[in-house]
């Protein structure tokens, strides 16, 4: 058995967990600026607080889809890697069965904000 398969398994499974997270954070964030945005603009607001606040709001949408493309990068490796996998040894580990489950979650989460 590689061991080197294991501590890459897990490594893999733990960034693709954490830019999950990372992503409905960002998400989050976007959702409450612009809100707050929108209220401003209808609150006829000066231009200067409103230009700022939209900086904020683009910046966020921006690191929210650095998140997003870094997650699909990850989840392509650790996809690769688990299709590289056909010792059995490796595939009774506990690490190799949350790979599988995290590559599930990581290509419904795909399936499901492939807009945002």
């Not at 650095?66 to 690769?80: A, P, S």
């Amino acid at each position: 058995m590689d061991q080197n398969y294991q501590k890459k398994l897990a490594v893999k499974t733990n960034a693709v967990k954490r830019l999950v997270k990372e992503y409905f954070v960002y998400n989050k964030d976007v959702e409450k600026l612009q809100s707050k945005y929108d209220e401003m603009k209808a609150n006829n607001e000066d231009e200067y607080d409103l230009n700022k606040k939209k900086e904020y709001l683009d910046e966020s949408i921006s690191v929210r889809n650095v998140t997003k493309t870094k997650l699909r990068n990850i989840t392509d490796e650790l996809i690769q890697l688990i299709n590289e996998i056909d010792d059995d040894e490796i595939k009774k580990l506990e690490e190799y069965n949350n790979a599988c489950e995290m590559k599930k979650t990581a290509i419904e989460f795909f399936e499901n904000y492939q807009d945002n």
